[in-house]
C-alpha cells in the first residue's frame, strides 16, 4: 500500500511539475513575442517620427538653405545571415540630407563639411538646424549622412548597425558622393565635424582616410570603447554584444574594441584636428577624450584640444542655444576656416546669432 501511495504521489507531483513548466514555458513565450511586438512598435513610431520630422526642415531652415534628401550606398553589411541569399551582398543603401546655400554661384567652389550624427542609434533631425543655419550661411555644402543603424528606417536598417566599423565607410561614402554629383566642390576643402558617436565616426574617418580631409572636429567624442563599457549599464553592454551588433563583449574580444576606439588609434592622424570635451558630461566620460588626448600626445601627433570646466549642457554644452554654447562652436568655426576658407567667414558671436537665430537682419 506504502508503494503504491508513494508511486501515485511521485506520478501526481511530476504531473504537477510538467504543467508547471509548461505554464512558465508559455508565459516565457508570451513575453517574448511580446517584447518582439513592442520594439516593432517602436520602430513604426520611429519611422512616423522622422517622416514628420523630415517635414519641418524648410520650415526651420527658410529661404536661405536649400534641403534634398537623396540616397547612396555603402559597403555590403558586415554580418551577412543567409550569404546565398538573392541580393545577400549588395552595397547598403541609406539616406543623407544635403544641404546648399540657396545664393551660392554654381561657376565657383564651394568648401564641403561632412556631419555624421551622434548616438549608438539614432538619426540626424533638425535639433542640428541652428548649426546647419551657421553653417550655410558662412557658404559651407554640408551633408549628413543617416548611416546604417540609424533610426526611422524600420529594424531590418537598425540591425544593420556597425559601430565603429562600415558607419564609418557609409560616412566616407557621402563625401565621395557630394564630389561625384557637385562641381561646385572644392575637392581640396572637405572637412569632417561631429559630436558624440558623430567625434567617433569623425575621428575613424581621419585615421582611416587622411588624404580625403583638409581638417576636423571632434566634440565630446566616444573615444576609447573598453573604458566606455566599464562604467555604463548592463543593458548598455548587452546592446553591443548582440548578435547583429559586435556580436561579442570587451572581455571576450579586447582587439575588436579596440579596433574600433580612436584613442587606440591614435598613431593614425595626420589630418589638423580640434577636440573639445567637457568635465561634466554625462554621456561620454572625460576621462575617455583624455584618454585619447594623452595617446595623441604620446604618439608626437599635432591637434589643438580643450577641455571646457563644468560647462552647463554637460554632454551638449556646445550644441544647445545658450551665449556660452555659441562662444564654443565661433571657436570650431574659427578652426575650421583656418583651412576650409568660407568665403562668408563669421567675424564674431554676433554675426552667428544674426545667421542662426535672425536669419532676415544679416541680408
Given at each position: 500500500m506504502k508503494k503504491t501511495i508513494g508511486l501515485a504521489l511521485s506520478l501526481a507531483t511530476g504531473t504537477l511539475l510538467y504543467g508547471q513548466t509548461r505554464a512558465q514555458n508559455a508565459e516565457a513565450a508570451q513575453i517574448t513575442a511580446l517584447q518582439r511586438q513592442i520594439a516593432g512598435m517602436q520602430h513604426q513610431f520611429d519611422a512616423l517620427d522622422k517622416t514628420i520630422d523630415d517635414l519641418t526642415w524648410s520650415q526651420r531652415l527658410g529661404d536661405a538653405t536649400l534641403v534634398d534628401k537623396v540616397i547612396i550606398t555603402g559597403p555590403p553589411p558586415a554580418v551577412i545571415k543567409n550569404p546565398t541569399g538573392q541580393g545577400a551582398k549588395n552595397p547598403v543603401r541609406f539616406s543623407a540630407y544635403v544641404f546648399i546655400p540657396s545664393k551660392i554661384d554654381p561657376a565657383k567652389k564651394y568648401p564641403l563639411l561632412v556631419l555624421p550624427h551622434g548616438g549608438v542609434h539614432s538619426n540626424f533631425n533638425t535639433a542640428y538646424a541652428h548649426i546647419i543655419k551657421e553653417l550655410t550661411a558662412q557658404e559651407y555644402v554640408v551633408i549628413a549622412p543617416d548611416y546604417r543603424g540609424s533610426t526611422g528606417y524600420g529594424q531590418g536598417f537598425y540591425q544593420l548597425i556597425d559601430?565603429?566599423?562600415?558607419?564609418?565607410?557609409?560616412?566616407?561614402?557621402?563625401?565621395?558622393?557630394?564630389?561625384?554629383?557637385?562641381?561646385?566642390?572644392?575637392?581640396?576643402?572637405?572637412?569632417?565635424?561631429?559630436?558624440?558617436?558623430?567625434?567617433?565616426?569623425?575621428?575613424?574617418?581621419?585615421?582611416?582616410?587622411?588624404?580625403?580631409?583638409?581638417?576636423?572636429?571632434?566634440?565630446?567624442?566616444?573615444?576609447?570603447?573598453?573604458?566606455?563599457?566599464?562604467?555604463?549599464?548592463?543593458?548598455?553592454?548587452?546592446?553591443?554584444?548582440?548578435?547583429?551588433?559586435?556580436?561579442?563583449?570587451?572581455?571576450?574580444?579586447?582587439?575588436?574594441?579596440?579596433?574600433?576606439?580612436?584613442?587606440?588609434?591614435?598613431?593614425?592622424?595626420?589630418?589638423?584636428?580640434?577636440?573639445?570635451?567637457?568635465?561634466?558630461?554625462?554621456?561620454?566620460?572625460?576621462?575617455?577624450?583624455?584618454?585619447?588626448?594623452?595617446?595623441?600626445?604620446?604618439?608626437?601627433?599635432?591637434?589643438?584640444?580643450?577641455?571646457?570646466?563644468?560647462?552647463?549642457?554637460?554632454?551638449?554644452?556646445?550644441?544647445?542655444?545658450?551665449?556660452?554654447?555659441?562662444?564654443?562652436?565661433?571657436?570650431?568655426?574659427?578652426?575650421?576656416?583656418?583651412?576650409?576658407?568660407?568665403?562668408?567667414?563669421?567675424?564674431?558671436?554676433?554675426?552667428?546669432?544674426?545667421?542662426?537665430?535672425?536669419?532676415?537682419?544679416?541680408?
Open positions: 559601430y565603429g566599423g562600415l558607419e564609418v565607410e557609409d560616412t566616407k561614402s557621402c563625401r565621395d558622393y557630394m564630389l561625384d554629383n557637385y562641381d561646385f566642390i572644392d575637392k581640396k576643402r572637405v572637412g569632417i565635424l561631429g559630436w558624440s558617436h558623430g567625434g567617433m565616426i569623425t575621428l575613424l574617418n581621419l585615421f582611416n582616410h587622411p588624404s580625403d580631409y583638409a581638417v576636423g572636429y571632434a566634440g565630446v567624442p566616444v573615444s576609447d570603447l573598453i573604458a566606455r563599457m566599464g562604467y555604463k549599464g548592463q543593458s548598455y553592454r548587452d546592446a553591443y554584444s548582440a548578435d547583429y551588433h559586435i556580436g561579442k563583449s570587451a572581455d571576450q574580444n579586447v582587439e575588436e574594441y579596440r579596433k574600433r576606439s580612436p584613442a587606440w588609434n591614435a598613431e593614425k592622424l595626420q589630418t589638423p584636428l580640434l577636440i573639445h570635451t567637457n568635465t561634466n558630461d554625462e554621456d561620454v566620460n572625460v576621462l575617455e577624450v583624455e584618454h585619447l588626448i594623452k595617446s595623441l600626445k604620446a604618439e608626437g601627433k599635432k591637434f589643438e584640444y580643450e577641455i571646457y570646466k563644468e560647462a552647463p549642457g554637460g554632454h551638449t554644452f556646445n550644441r544647445i542655444d545658450s551665449y556660452g554654447a555659441k562662444e564654443s562652436r565661433m571657436k570650431i568655426y574659427d578652426f575650421l576656416a583656418q583651412y576650409l576658407k568660407p568665403n562668408k567667414k563669421f567675424k564674431d558671436v554676433k554675426a552667428l546669432i544674426e545667421a542662426s537665430y535672425f536669419p532676415k537682419s544679416s541680408k
